[in-house]
């Protein structure tokens, strides 16, 4: 990894949510694999990096899906139960995706 400065943030959070949209919206060019570097953690290597990258980007297509009703709770989170299982599914769903983040932008999941 490199010793170059690691961009954080909301700054950071900026950046991998659009590197994340650019992948799920099939925009994505390999040589887009460079703008992870300066966002992700020096502790995380290539391959962490890009495993945790595409976590990522699969769980901010699961959270955006559940918000526009496109994807439904049942189908990512078939164990919940009770009053509004779509809302407590959305809300895991962030969960996942700041989980995701935090290991990218500070090298360690929370």
């Known amino acids: 990894m490199s010793?170059?400065?690691?961009?954080?943030?909301e700054a950071g959070v900026s950046t991998l949510e659009a590197l994340a949209r650019s992948w799920l919206d099939g925009e994505w060019e390999p040589a887009?694999?460079?703008e992870l570097r300066p966002v992700a953690?020096?502790?995380l290597d290539d391959q962490q990096?890009?495993?945790a990258f595409q976590d990522l980007a699969e769980f901010i297509r699961i959270r955006d899906g559940l918000e526009e009703g496109t994807v439904h709770w049942e189908r990512v989170f078939p164990e919940l139960t009770g009053p509004e299982p779509s809302l407590h599914a959305?809300?895991?769903?962030?969960?996942l995706v700041e989980h995701e983040l935090h290991l990218l932008l500070h090298g360690?999941?929370?």
């Open 3 to 9: 010793t170059k400065q690691h961009i954080t943030g």
């Open 41 to 43: 953690h020096p502790d």
């Open 49 to 51: 990096a890009w495993q």
């Open 32 to 34: 887009r694999v460079r």
């Open 108 to 110: 360690r999941r929370r």
């Open 90 to 95: 959305y809300d895991l769903a962030c969960e």
